[in-house]
Nanobody, 128 residues
């Protein structure tokens, strides 16, 4: 079992930045693929980014490519999502997720169904 806890959400003006953190506990997190999703009110959960177990490979959803950056620090059992050039349309609850995986072809893990473990979510609100 892996427990995930997100932090770093909040209120930010359009054009600003935030860094979200996802702290993992319970198992050796370096064995897990890390992912970030978001869900806005009335919308389906949207894939944002994934990172391989060692950080060697990353993959992004089209809506955030070039603006968001996923990274991880396995020594701290933490995955990060840097949010840049934020827009009002980025307002949502942001979730981190994890699954076991050793592949570097992490583009295959872009559905919520691919992940076994989820955090509780952190709210990001972007004011225009």
């Amino acid at each position: 079992q892996v427990q995930l806890v997100e932090s770093g959400g909040g209120l930010v003006q359009a054009g600003g930045s935030l860094r979200l953190s996802c702290a993992a506990s319970g198992r050796t997190f370096s064995s897990y693929v890390g992912g970030w999703f978001r869900q806005a009110v009335g919308k389906e959960r949207e894939f944002l980014a994934a990172i391989s177990w060692n950080g060697g490979s990353t993959y992004y959803g089209d809506s955030v490519k070039g603006r968001f950056i996923i990274s991880r620090d396995n020594a701290k059992n933490t995955v990060y999502l840097q949010l840049n050039s934020l827009k009002a349309s980025d307002t949502a609850v942001y979730y981190c997720a994890a699954r076991l995986g050793s592949t570097q072809y992490i583009g295959i893990y872009k559905s919520a169904r691919d992940y076994n473990y989820w955090g509780q979510g952190t709210q990001v609100t972007v004011s225009s």
